[in-house]
């Protein structure tokens, strides 16, 4: 009887707790629970959330929500629109980030194509939402030590990334104008010049670290994080 009993709690906990993590904020100080909850993006119309399956939920309204353990909070753009930002770390510094795709086509081939890049934010102690870098960092964790060692590291990336995409560049630039102001001889069949392997392939720089550069920031947050 007893083991029944502790299922039957068990079950109603799992019960609440699930509830729970579905959450709706408003704008107008609302909070709201729901046993569901979807984000839906059709083609053709806003998006919005969906919960319980039948009430529909404006983006517009929403201040944040939260669908299961993955929680949400909307961020006002300078120009006015807004994007939602997803919590990779919770606590005395909070890291959000939000992934931002660029839809475009190719002018001579008509072909479309689409480009993704990951951005980072934070918010300490409920304060504004700053971007993820060295500068905002380093003032907000001055006491902490640890934290700045890396966020030492995740700024000699970026200045080893700025020294590679400028001397690829210089490489790339270099070579072409190079080749261009030589006179091909008759039968002369040379391959394609090293500058413009060697350019492109350090232009690439910034794009090979950033993942490197994220993780150090992230570890600085999360050293933070554990000290308060």
């Known amino acids: 009887m007893r083991r029944v009993l502790l299922f039957i709690a068990w079950t109603l906990s799992a019960i609440v707790t699930s509830r729970a993590q579905n959450i709706v904020g408003l704008h107008n100080g609302q909070e709201l629970e729901f046993g569901s909850l979807?984000?839906?993006e059709p083609a053709f119309s806003?998006?919005?959330?969906?919960?319980?399956?039948?009430v529909k939920y404006s983006l517009d309204l929403v201040k944040y929500y939260r669908v299961g353990s993955d929680y949400y909070k909307k961020r006002i753009r300078h120009n006015g629109s807004y994007e939602f930002m997803y919590r990779e770390q919770e606590g005395a510094i909070e890291l959000y980030s939000v992934i931002r795709t660029v839809h475009s086509y190719n002018p001579n081939t008509g072909i479309p194509y689409s480009s993704s890049s990951k951005l980072n934010f934070y918010s300490k102690d409920v304060e504004g939402i700053k971007k993820v870098n060295g500068k905002n960092l380093k003032i907000d964790m001055s006491e902490c030590e640890l934290c700045l060692q890396e966020v030492k590291k995740a700024k000699t990336l970026s200045m080893i990334s700025a020294i590679g995409l400028t001397a690829g560049l210089g490489i790339f630039i270099g070579t072409a104008a190079t080749h261009l102001s030589e006179t091909p001889e008759p039968g002369d069949s040379s391959g394609i010049p090293a500058g413009a392997?060697?350019?492109p392939a350090l232009c690439f720089t910034p794009w090979i670290l950033s993942g490197a550069?994220?993780?150090?920031?992230?570890?600085?947050?999360?050293?933070?994080?554990?000290?308060?």
């Open 38 to 40: 979807k984000l839906k």
């Open 46 to 54: 806003k998006s919005y959330l969906l919960a319980d399956d039948s």
């Open 197 to 199: 392997i060697i350019g």
């Open 213 to 228: 550069k994220r993780k150090h920031f992230s570890n600085a947050i999360s050293i933070y994080n554990e000290r308060h």
